[in-house]
């Protein structure tokens, strides 16, 4: 309650009556304010209009006691007013309540006769202004709410990516406009309805189905799903309940990526076009370059001779990336196709190693394959050509990134399900940060030895592509000086079934 005093109107036409008032409530500290009939004290109420207590005479010459109580409580619901009479029948009583008084005081009274009632009435008043205040706070919440909800009503519908929220027990509970686009034929469908009225044997629908059961952990799952023509990358993630933190079902979010889809096949389209135009006549170079640096042509002076070695390496290496180019871009628009069959791994990285051990030969390096006896007998259903790929970029990348005179070596294991070749080396090692980047295309760490080292930064992009054709997986451990192990995991021919 506020420090402000509290305000009380007499109204009376006996001027004896309205000064004991005043005498008494003034003690109790209450201001006073007094008028001898009823028009004056409804001008003094509408002057002043913060009265808690009216004390109101019924018999008064003009407008009378009970006229004055309804037109105050016409414009003031909180005042606490009494009537003060010598002529207390029930009738009146009733009437004067009926019409908003709150009590009676019979005249004559002493002053605790009066200041008593006036004690409880102040309080009755204290209480509703209370409960008002409370009441009025609430009712405000609850307009927040509702216009917070309808303000997210109002987004959501207005969203032009689709949004679908699914309840725990796999019922769609609410979706935008953008999403009855999306999703064929469900516009009429009235809400909840099962995740299955979207047609419960499509891609779109397994994956809802299965990412339903997301927990509380924060986390968004994506997928990139073929609606009629278009393409949508569809993220789901879980609602969490702010108060409990677990989670009341999902939302999935769809965004149209066709365009960028159809720029990107563009742009593999693109780069693997100049690849073939490039490849031919890079080959033709390196013929040449190998003509005259094997002096077949007559004699090379050796300042020339230095000139084309190097002029050699750099052929090479733009061939190397030609190729991995057009790799690349044939698996990006899926036209690259493996032709799996059952293969020995550990002929296939036999092989690998020979291929490169006139590089391993050139910087001293000891290139050892050991592999489980058991092993090579455990065919797995691979593409030979890619396997060999893999294994050679594996173990040439090992020479390339360790110092003359190191060691790789190959080992082939058999782990059950899965054939499990690892290529180790000790040189150069990287950092965490260039580990967890080297299977992006161009990626290549940037440090003083690797300066040195020629490369296009598309080797292990290829590689883990081929890997994951197999539904393979390879891992990398690596520390900065002390080596590198690539270990690649490739299905046996019965696990790949
Ligand atoms: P690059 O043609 O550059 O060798 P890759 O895609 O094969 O391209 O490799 C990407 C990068 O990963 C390399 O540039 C190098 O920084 C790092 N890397 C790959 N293999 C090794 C390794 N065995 N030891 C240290 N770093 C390596």
Redesign the pocket.
Not at 427 to 430: N, Q
Not at 443 to 447: D, G, H, Q, V
């Given at each position: 309650m506020n420090d402000e005093k509290i305000r009380i109107l007499v109204v009376d036409d006996e001027i004896g009556i309205r000064e004991g008032c005043r005498i008494a409530l003034n003690m109790e500290g209450y201001e006073v304010d007094m008028a001898e009939d009823g028009l004056a004290g409804l001008k003094m109420f509408e002057q002043n209009r913060n009265y808690a207590i009216a004390l109101i005479d019924l018999k008064m010459p003009g407008m009378g006691g009970l006229e004055l109580i309804e037109k105050i409580r016409e414009q003031d619901k909180d005042i606490i007013m009494f009537v003060i009479t010598a002529y207390a029948t029930i009738d009146t009583a009733v009437e004067a309540t009926k019409r908003g008084a709150y009590g009676y005081i019979p005249k004559p009274f002493t002053p605790d006769e009066l200041i008593l009632p006036i004690k409880r009435g102040i309080e009755n008043r204290a209480l509703s202004l209370e409960a008002k205040r409370l009441r009025e706070e609430r009712e405000n919440r609850l307009l927040t709410a509702a216009f917070e909800r309808s303000k997210s009503n109002t987004i959501i519908k207005c969203m032009t990516d689709g949004v679908l929220v699914i309840n725990r027990d796999r019922q769609i509970v609410l979706w935008n406009e953008a999403a009855h686009r999306i999703i064929p034929g469900c516009e009429d469908l009235p809400l909840p309805v099962h995740l299955n009225a979207i047609g419960s044997s499509g891609e779109l629908f397994d994956f809802l189905n299965e990412t339903a059961d997301v927990d509380s952990d924060p986390v968004i799952i994506s997928k990139e799903v073929t609606i009629e023509n278009s393409v949508y990358m569809v993220n789901v993630s879980p609602v969490i309940e702010a108060e409990i933190g677990t989670s009341m079902g999902t939302v999935a979010v769809f965004r149209d990526i066709t365009a960028l889809k159809e720029l990107e096949t563009a742009k593999s389209m693109f780069v693997s076009m100049v690849a073939h135009e490039v490849k031919r006549p890079l080959g033709v170079i390196e013929g040449y370059l190998n003509l005259v640096v094997s002096g077949m042509t007559g004699e090379v002076p050796p300042n020339q001779k230095e000139i084309l070695d190097r002029s050699l390496i750099r052929a090479r290496?733009l061939q190397?990336?030609v190729s991995e180019l057009m790799n690349l871009t044939a698996m990006e628009t899926g036209k690259f196709t493996i032709k799996r069959v059952p293969i020995d791994i550990v002929k296939v990285a036999t092989d690998a190693a020979e291929s490169c051990r006139d590089r391993a030969r050139e910087k001293e390096i000891e290139l050892a394959l050991d592999y489980d006896e058991k092993a090579g007998h455990e065919p797995v259903l691979a593409d030979r050509a890619a396997m060999m790929s893999v294994f050679v970029?594996?173990i040439?990348?090992?020479i390339?990134?360790?110092p003359e005179k190191g060691h790789v070596s190959i080992r082939v294991d058999n782990t059950g399900n899965y054939m499990k070749v690892s290529?180790r080396?000790d040189?150069?090692?990287?950092t965490p940060e260039?580990k967890d980047k080297?299977?992006e295309e161009f990626?290549?760490?940037?440090?003083k030895f690797?300066a040195r080292?020629?490369?296009?930064?598309?080797?292990?992009?290829?590689?883990k592509r081929f890997v994951e054709m197999h539904q393979g997986k390879i891992s990398v451990e690596?520390a900065p000086g002390k080596?590198?192990t690539?270990t690649v995991f490739i299905p046996k021919w019965d696990q790949a079934k």
């Open positions: 290496t190397t990336m970029n594996l040439d990348n090992a390339k990134y360790t290529v080396d040189g150069i090692g990287m260039e080297i299977f990626y290549r760490a940037r440090n690797t080292v020629p490369g296009t930064g598309l080797g292990l992009s290829v590689v690596t080596g590198s690539f």
